[in-house]
């Protein structure tokens, strides 16, 4: 056999041609046999938009480009995903003499299979920033008379939203209102500036999938000084947070939309009398790493687990969830069409960001190098080296993504095919 720097030297095509395959690599037409010798195994969510994305786009198209234009980049990466019509690499076993095309993937956050990639890496990406101390998770809800109105513009609006719960946090945090003597309410600044430290985790939807944008903010439990001082922060006035949050965002919103937004402000001040829902309870994890997958797990892929597909019988999908209200199970049935248009409500623009870190969390402090943090300095490479995608499918799947599926020999790259 020759030598690997032989082979890629050599055009592939001749390469090929010089050796005889029990499957043909390529299609009549000469494009890549998708199925010869792939693991591919094609997601139910990417069959479903393989089957009817073409139609749901001619039937919908000035809606997908004018609310979620970025649907008819990532759609067809989502289809394609690790079946070679992206790419591929091609590696060539030393003992069977056979080939192999491993398929790249889409690298999309709305897909199923590199999502959950994405997902592993925000979230060692946090652990590593984070300190070893108690953190809290707190959930931000706005009401469902104001949800519409960060469907679009929808970069703009996100950012009001994640705007108002950093205020609503450093308000908290330095700010506090009692009454004189008078009886006159007063605000009170604190005379030391106080930071917190929280990620802050955009989710869009809810268990039915329906347009819910809220955040959920992980807050370590303590709070640096302005004059080098960290002191605990375990007491949270929840009545103090939903007032807050509720005063911040409507009038962020009133600056933004100007007097047309008026009347439902008073609205809802009015009908929202103890301030809009937010939960601050402590949620007891098993450790971080658990609270951090908890948020994480839907801000980097398809807002449904494919084993939530109750049914799909090639016309309609069938989806179950477990309501809020009565925590009873409930299944729903949409055409494909109408569930393809439910889930591009949820794909947001690609470069957003959807995770962001706030107060000591977002940079370097005079603090930051006598803290302790969680994962130590010498575990980190070790860490990230467990998430190539090597170890990771091999983990995963019990079986090393570069040997031969034949002779489970290891097999030696030739070249890249794009």
């Known amino acids: 056999m020759e030598n690997i720097e032989t082979i890629k030297e050599c055009e592939f095509l001749e390469f090929y041609n010089s050796r005889s395959f029990s499957a043909n690599c390529f299609n009549p037409d000469g494009s890549l046999n998708k199925n010869y010798n792939s693991f591919k195994s094609t997601g139910l969510i990417a069959s479903i938009f393989e089957d009817h994305w073409e139609k749901t786009y001619l039937e919908n198209k000035s809606l997908i480009d004018n609310y979620r234009p970025n649907a008819t980049i990532e759609i067809p990466k989502i289809i394609d995903c690790a079946n070679k019509n992206l790419g591929c690499s091609l590696y060539v076993c030393s003992k069977c003499n056979d080939i192999v095309f491993i398929g790249h993937t889409c690298k999309s ?189 839907y801000c980097g892929r398809v807002p449904i687990s494919e084993n939530r597909i109750v049914n799909y019988d090639g016309s309609n999908v069938t989806f179950s969830y477990i309501d809020h209200k009565d925590n009873k199970y409930q299944e729903i049935t949409l055409s494909a069409s109408q569930f393809i248009m439910v889930l591009l409500r949820h794909l947001l623009p690609t470069q957003f960001k959807i995770i962001r870190y706030y107060g000591f969390y977002r940079k370097k402090h005079s603090m930051h190098n006598k803290m302790i943090p969680l994962i130590k300095e010498h575990c980190r490479s070790f860490r990230r080296k467990l998430l190539k995608h090597e170890l990771s499918i091999s983990l995963a799947f019990h079986r090393n993504p570069y040997n031969c599926p034949k002779c489970d020999t290891k097999m030696d790259f030739v070249l890249c095919i794009n």
């Open 109 to 297: 956050r709305f897909c199923s299979s590199c999502g959950y990639k994405y997902k592993n890496d925000r979230v060692e990406n946090i652990l590593q920033t984070t300190f070893n101390c108690n953190h809290r998770q707190i959930v931000f809800t706005i009401p469902e008379q104001l949800r519409n109105y960060f469907f679009f513009p929808f970069e703009d609006r996100i950012n009001i939203l994640f705007k108002a719960v950093k205020d609503t946090i450093y308000s908290i945090l330095n700010e506090s209102f009692k009454r004189n003597k008078q009886g006159i309410l007063k605000k009170y600044i604190s005379k030391i500036k106080y930071s917190p430290g929280f990620f802050a985790f955009l989710h869009t939807f809810g268990r039915d999938l329906k347009w819910n944008p809220h955040i959920h903010i992980l807050i370590a439990e303590i709070k640096l000084g302005s004059n080098n001082t960290c002191k605990p922060w375990k007491f949270f006035d929840y009545d103090a947070l939903s007032f807050r949050f509720q005063k911040i965002l409507l009038t962020l919103l009133s600056k933004e939309l100007g007097k047309s937004f008026d009347k439902l402000k008073s609205f809802l001040f009015k009908n929202y009398s103890k301030g809009f829902y937010v939960y601050a309870e402590p949620k007891k994890f098993k450790d971080l790493k658990s609270g951090v997958e908890y948020v994480t797990r």
